[in-house]
C-alpha cells in the first residue's frame, strides 16, 4: 500500500491507493444549518411553499448527493453505501433548520465526505426551494460530528456528538 497522500512522485494530483487496507464497519455523522426568517421556517413546517414538500425533496437530495460524492469531490473514492439518512430537527428559537446525515457503508475508506456531502446538498435544496420568499437565508455549520472504522478507529466532534 501506498503512502496516504493524495499527490504521486511528481507532485502532481492522484486517487490514494487503498488496495491494501483491509474493508470494515464505516459510519460517518455531519450536521449542517439552513438559517431563515421564522416566517419561512413556519411555512415549511406547515407546508406553505408552493414547490412542494421542502423536507421530503431535501431528503432525497441528501441520499442522492451521499451516492454521488465520488463524482463531485475529485480525489474521493466511489464507495457502494450500505445506508444513508438525513434528519431534519426544525428550531424555531434559534429560526434555523439544522440537518444532520448518517452514512454507512463496509469498505476500505471512509464515508466523510458522503455525510459532509448530504448535508450541503439538502441545504441547497431547502435554500432552493424557499428562496422565493427568504433569499437571506445562510447555509453553514457543516462540519463532520462523528465517524467511526478504519484504521484511525473512532471520531467524536468534541461537545457534539450524532
Known amino acids: 500500500m501506498s503512502d496516504i497522500t493524495h499527490f504521486n512522485k511528481d507532485g502532481r ?12 464497519i464505516r459510519v460517518a455523522v455531519a450536521r449542517g444549518e439552513v438559517r431563515m426568517k421564522p416566517e419561512t421556517l413556519r411555512a415549511v413546517r406547515e407546508g406553505g411553499i408552493t414547490k412542494g ?17 465520488g463524482d463531485l469531490i475529485p480525489m474521493c473514492h466511489p464507495l ?3 445506508g444513508a439518512d438525513l ?7 434559534g429560526s434555523r433548520i439544522e440537518i ?5 457503508t463496509t469498505g476500505k ?5 458522503e455525510a459532509l456531502t448530504a ?15 427568504d433569499k437571506d437565508m ?11 472504522g478504519g484504521k484511525s478507529g473512532r471520531y467524536v466532534r468534541q461537545g457534539e456528538q450524532g
Open 119 to 133: 448535508v450541503a446538498a439538502a441545504g441547497l435544496t431547502i435554500y432552493d426551494m424557499c428562496k422565493a420568499i
Open 87 to 93: 434528519e431534519f430537527i426544525p428550531d424555531e428559537a
Open 80 to 82: 457502494f453505501l450500505t
Open 100 to 104: 444532520q446525515a448518517t452514512v454507512r
Open 13 to 24: 494530483a492522484r486517487m490514494v491507493d487503498v488496495t491494501g487496507k483491509s474493508d470494515t
Open 109 to 113: 475508506t471512509g464515508v466523510e465526505m
Open 138 to 148: 445562510v447555509i453553514g455549520e457543516i462540519r463532520l460530528l462523528e465517524k467511526t
Open 53 to 69: 414538500d421542502v423536507l421530503a425533496v431535501a431528503q432525497v437530495a441528501g441520499i442522492m448527493a451521499a451516492k454521488r460524492t
